[in-house]
T-cell receptor, first 117, second 113 residues
Framework: AQTVTQSQPEMSVQEAETVTLSCTYDTSESDYYLFWYKQPPSRQMILVIR??????QNATENRFSVNFQKAAKSFSLKISDSQLGDAAMYFC??????????????FGTGTRLKVLA | NAGVTQTPKFQVLKTGQSMTLQCAQDMNHNSMYWYRQDPGMGLRLIYY???????DKGEVPNGYNVSRLNKREFSLRLESAAPSQTSVYFC????????????FGPGTRLTVL
């Protein structure tokens, strides 16, 4: 069974600085997707970035980028030029395909990011 | 286009009471999911439905039942609520095969006393 591990329960970063959130996963599949979701105090889950396992190029979305190391099963999120609005809980998620033809998502336990002014 | 909606937003139950959490999506998505979120545990999958009329167990199905009567709606029922079911419940949906993104509802905070 697949597992997702986020070993940093909480991180802090100064405004305008860069922070990296870690995520490792375990799987025997070769084709899968990985995601980072942001959950602000409003509780709404917001997709930040996605990575397809067969793509070697790391995904980038504005100030957010990932470092995807497939062999090491590592998927870290880098936030550049941190802003106060980035303060939230961040979840790493793994997507696999089920026998019924749909997807299942496995989430990590989350990292709470604090941004210091 | 409301996306994924959940009712109620908050609920307090006494141990042993029953209730149904409602979820609806207007995006014509095939697959729908129910998760629970607990501090330090992330989101854990309770049940999911690949299509109308089908449901499958997720990671933590005990104590819950689900119903997917049509494509839009996927309900979660607690037959006899227990304090261990105090949690925030999220419904989500996707178009499997066409979309990478899972769309989430706003969540229901349930407290069982």
């Amino acid at each position: 069974a697949q597992t997702v591990t986020q070993s940093q329960p909480e991180m802090s970063v100064q405004e305008a600085e860069t922070v990296t959130l870690s995520c490792t996963y375990d799987t025997s599949e070769s084709d899968y997707y990985l995601f980072w979701y942001k959950q602000p105090p409003s509780r709404q889950m917001i997709l930040v970035i996605r990575q397809e396992a067969y793509k070697q190029q790391n995904a980038t979305e504005n100030r957010f980028s990932v470092n995807f190391q497939k062999a090491a099963k590592s998927f870290s999120l880098k936030i550049s030029d941190s802003q106060l609005g980035d303060a939230a809980m961040y979840f790493c998620a793994y997507r696999s395909t089920t026998t019924s033809g749909t997807y299942k998502y496995i989430f990590g336990t989350g990292t709470r990011l604090k941004v210091l002014a | 286009n409301a996306g994924v909606t959940q009712t109620p937003k908050f609920q307090v139950l006494k141990t042993g009471q029953s209730m149904t959490l409602q979820c609806a999506q207007d995006m014509n998505h095939n697959s729908m999911y129910w998760y629970r979120q607990d501090p330090g545990m992330g989101l854990r999958l309770i049940y999911y439905s690949a299509s109308e009329g089908t449901t499958d167990k997720g990671e933590v199905p005990n104590g819950y039942n689900v119903s997917r009567l049509n494509k839009r709606e996927f309900s979660l029922r607690l037959e006899s609520a227990a304090p261990s079911q105090t949690s925030v419940y999220f419904c989500a949906s996707i178009v499997a095969g066409l979309s990478d993104e899972q769309f989430f509802g706003p969540g229901t905070r349930l407290t069982v006393l």
